[in-house]
């Protein structure tokens, strides 16, 4: 996890410019470098990086001798890296994943490189000698990567937005900054005077599809057809695949662990692989949650039965709410859901910086997309729409559930890894029938539940635990961190403002209070950059006017309040 920035064209200084960089340090806090691109005085690249893999040679922008025209700035990790090494005899000068991008471009091409890439990465690659200029971004936009370009041919590119909003340009004085498409690859010409022109934008792989880089994989082969028992072994051999392949670095592996379905079965596999791959240290998992809340209890339980060294951090309501201001700082949006599920990511992200040596850090994120985890699929009319509803949550990842889960813990340094968005496992799950995958018996995720229902992963009573909503979840049973929120914004919205809500936020105008204070929080940071959520996340086929589970008829939180 790094944060790369790249300025093509620049009219201003570069030395003023480049303090634009430094707005992502948060991002790579073990080294920063500033390069400027030989012959191009109006190009340079920013680079902070956290050290995951080799420690001696994995600063960048990334320059080897057999290629001395390309340089490559990236942002993640590419598992495959020794596997398409081994394979097209590449020879290497470091130990860096990122190197194989220099070596399959000069093989065949950007399309070839991209579609070969297993792993989550955004990217900036310049080929001088063909002068060109190469953006990238990974299926799922695990990994953020946000830019600006103007008429004229100038040219950013920032990990995050913030890195881009204080850009000076002559010709544009309000820059418009906004998300690579993640899937896409995008193809830019050279100018002389260093300013680029966009040739094509080009969208590589839809979730569904199986990658093109499964032909090179040494997962043992998989079953045929769709009966019962053969998906389910299909899908556990996919899983752990997926975890032993994201083993890959030099730094203390830790988890996140809420003690619902996802991130148990991921701290689960992850401490089996870790023992199978003879790692000298104990596996530490993290709860966040108030004083007696379900998320909490529920963890206890998981990483008793696993036997991690488990963590647990408490915060109250007043630590939460001081937080918010913070949390959309970093977040970049004003979505309600998503700010409400990032302060607790935030804050136990937060404590693993300061008193763990944990760094890269496993996670649960995506199933609920892929597995139709949400409680509002129990609403679906069909198989069909539900599977349509959960590749849109999947082409909707980058702007909702990733963005939390990049910017939270990126904030603190450190390296979120994610297996149920593996493109093998996920592409192989949506291959599937779609009656197979809907929820069964009043149970969403019900296919993955039985697939690993004799394999005492995780205790019964967890493999069958019922999806909470977050804010539910983390916080104590008495008071939900959802009626927290409530009770503190309606002091400080009043009503004459949300009557003119609509006057002072023509874009996604807030319907509630709480939306309205987020929007007053973002607003003060990105001022005009409302456009950066075409949409607030909702459930759908619901009549539900707030984002929360809570609202919903099927939810069950009842059961405790």
């Known amino acids: 996890m790094c944060g790369i920035w790249a300025l093509f064209g620049s009219d201003d200084c570069l030395s003023v410019q480049c303090l634009s960089a430094m707005k992502i340090a948060h991002r790579g806090p073990d080294a920063f470098r500033f390069e400027n691109v030989n012959g191009y005085t109006n190009c340079c690249f920013g680079f902070h990086r956290l050290a995951v893999v080799d420690q001696l040679f994995g600063m960048q922008p990334i320059r080897v001798k057999k290629y001395p025209y390309l340089w ?20 290497y000068q470091t130990k860096v994943d990122g190197e194989i991008i220099l070596h399959l471009y000069d093989k065949g091409g950007i399309e070839q490189t991209v579609c070969m890439l297993d792993g989550v990465f955004a990217f900036i690659l310049l080929d001088t000698a063909n002068k060109k200029v190469f953006l990238g971004r990974d299926t799922y936009g695990v990994r953020p990567l946000f830019k600006a370009m103007t008429e004229d041919g100038f040219l950013a590119v920032c990990s995050e937005a913030k890195g881009l909003v204080n850009l000076k340009h002559s010709m544009t004085p309000f820059l418009k900054v906004e998300p690579f498409f993640p899937g896409h690859y995008e193809v830019l010409d050279l100018k002389p005077n260093g300013k680029v022109a966009s040739v094509e934008m080009v969208k590589y792989h839809h979730c569904r599809d199986e990658p093109l880089h499964a032909l090179y994989d040494s997962v043992e082969k998989l079953f045929p057809g769709f009966e019962i028992e053969t998906v389910k072994s299909n899908l556990r051999i996919l899983f752990d695949n997926a975890v032993k392949k994201r083993l890959m670095t030099d730094r203390r592996i830790g988890c996140l662990l809420s003690g619902g ?10 401490l089996k692989q870790l023992k199978e791959a003879q790692v000298q240290y104990p596996l530490q998992t993290f709860a966040i949650g108030m004083e007696d809340s379900p998320d909490l209890l529920a963890a206890r339980k998981v990483a008793n039965h696993i036997g991690s060294e488990h963590h647990e951090v408490l915060f109250n309501s007043e630590e939460g709410i001081q937080v918010l201001d913070e949390v959309i700082f970093a977040l970049e949006t004003y979505d309600i859901t998503t700010v409400r599920a990032s302060v607790g990511m935030y804050l136990v992200s937060k404590y693993i910086r300061k008193n763990t040596d944990s760094v890269v850090i496993f996670s649960g994120e995506g199933s609920d997309e892929l597995t139709q ?37 990126a904030a603190h340094g450190l390296e979120l890894r994610v297996p149920f968005l593996d493109h093998r496992f996920s592409s192989y799950y949506l291959s599937l029938p779609p009656d197979m995958r809907v929820p069964k018996n009043g149970i969403e995720k019900h296919l993955l539940r039985e ?33 927290i929120l409530q009770d503190y914004i309606e002091h400080q919205v009043d009503d004459v403002a949300m009557a003119s809500a609509a006057q002072k936020f023509p874009i996604n105008t807030p319907k509630t209070k709480e939306g309205y204070y987020y929007r007053q929080i973002f607003e003060h940071h990105y001022p005009g950059r409302a456009d950066w959520l075409p949409h607030y996340w909702m459930p759908r086929w619901t009549s539900a006017t707030d984002p929360s589970a809570r609202t919903l008829t099927h939810y069950k939180a009842s059961a405790k309040a």
């Open 72 to 91: 490559l700035c990236y942002n993640g990790e590419i598992y495959n890296h020794k596997k398409l090494q081994h394979h097209f005899e590449f020879e």
């Open 261 to 270: 379905l996802d991130s148990s079965l991921v701290a689960a596999t992850l």
């Open 373 to 409: 985890g949400y409680i509002y699929f129990h609403k679906a009319p069909s198989p069909e729409k539900a599977e349509e509803e959960s590749e849109r949550l999947l082409r909707e990842l980058y702007l909702f559930d990733v963005l939390r889960a990049d910017r939270t813990t």
């Open 451 to 483: 697939t690993f229902e004799d394999s005492n992963l995780i205790p019964k009573e967890i493999l069958w635990r019922p999806k909470e909503a977050f804010s539910d979840g983390i916080t104590s049973v008495k008071n939900s961190w959802f009626q």
